[in-house]
């Protein structure tokens, strides 16, 4: 386990959780019911989609800013980061969440708290058609990491933190009305946790991580597939140390980090 | 002190404070109640936002555009500033500040002034909640100041002056429901001073510089360390004189994709 002895891994680690604490703070701060009224869809989807906009630019290059079980998920899944990695990513994440979850609860006053932005399924709305939202909401904006995070791009890409942070306002733009607009399960889980109502939860775990296994696949063996052998998938699973026999590393092993093209 | 006759510290400066003076202007009259249409706090966060990623736009290259003390502090403590220049820059952005807001109150119609957006405590919120708050969102700005402006960087860094502006509206989409959102002293304190209403004015200064220090530590010594010696840091902080001749200068300005300042200083951050 040589990742565990590296820095750059524990920098990542940290740069997670701090990244989620810091998303669940500003988005679900952003979506509590300050003035009476309905919810204004668009504030708080902007919110969101620029909160992740803001935290990919921050800490990209240090962990790849997944800040989402789902999307850690993914990555696993199309083999770009060992099995480790992946479990101390979503511990981080997980605990970023309630951690931020807990300091907006904490700071808010209490007539404003209600049930702290909690996910809830929208009357008339089944759990089957509340999970089938989340898994399209979650696959597009998979789909929009991968192929905004692919370092085989070599065109003028543009942002990618504002690729990825106004895909995810798309998701919620959509999803509020149905879902909330999960899209992340540490999202879902913080305030669930601090206000102890899990009523559907499991929506918002299966629902994302399906949604970004389905994106992952869809992208990295259908519509651009990368040509790795089953040894090196196991290899990069497995958190292999990059061999230095080459005059360059092999990205196996490597932190999952932004390495799109320079402009 | 080198930097004192340097015609580009002196553009610097004069930068600083025309950029404050505009964001201050802009964004304190997005905010203001005007009876036929009262802004909608979305409205008034992407005003800000919009106001400081044009500017960092314009400026970015000339001062680095950090346009709010809280800024500048946090590059004073990751040593990409001169305590000299830190303290001009502050200065410079007060005065615009002040400026850009006196502007303002003379332009408005009188029914419309109100407190001229004036920071205060909302919805119950008590000081020492406005104050973790104002840490938290100027928190997130330094930190992505910092990384949209590292030079180290080769990674797509994409447009530095929107990411920056967009985390500014991202501050406001929260802060402005807790104290109508700060982040920025000068931006707090300009109004305070042509109102006179100086409520609680501390927390706009405590929570910014402290969420200032805190995001500076945090990205230039924990999650993405320089390899800067204690040498290297000093001779910043002190402003020496580069080492290095004008035409190296030149080619290494002209070579620069980044936003930077020109001279052959670390380069500022943008705010």
Redesign the interface.
Known sequence: MWELRSASFWRAIFAEFFATLFYVFFGLGASLRWAPGPLHVLQVALAFGLALATLVQTVGHISGAHVNPAVTFAFLVGSQMSLLRAFCYIAAQLLGAVAGAAVLYSVTPPAVRGNLALNTLHAGVSVGQATTVEIFLTLQFVLCIFATYDERRNGRMGSVALAVGFSLTLGHLFGMYYTGAGMNPARSFAPAILTRNFSNHWVYWVGPIIGGGLGSLLYDFLLFPRLKSVSERLSILKGARPSDSNGQPEGTGEPVELKTQAL | MWELRSIAFSRAVLAEFLATLLFVFFGLGSALQWASSPP???QI?VAFGLGIGTLVQALGHVSGAHINPAVTVACLVGCHVSFLRAAFYVAAQLLGAVAGAAILHEITPVEIRGDLAVNALH???TAG?AV??EL?LTM?LV??I???T?ER???????PA??IG??V???H??GI??TGCSMNPARSLAPAVVTGKFDDHWVFWIGPLVGAVIGSL??NY???PSTKSLQERLAVLKGLEPDTDWEEREVRRRQS?ELHSPQSLPRGSKA
Do not use: E, K
């Open positions: 909608s706090v979305l966060a919805n119950n919120a909640q973790t708050v938290f997130q930190l992505c910092f990384a949209s590292d960087r080769s990674d797509n860094l994409g447009s929107l990411s967009f985390s509206t991202l501050g989409l929260l429901y807790f945090l990205y924990l999650l993405f994709v």
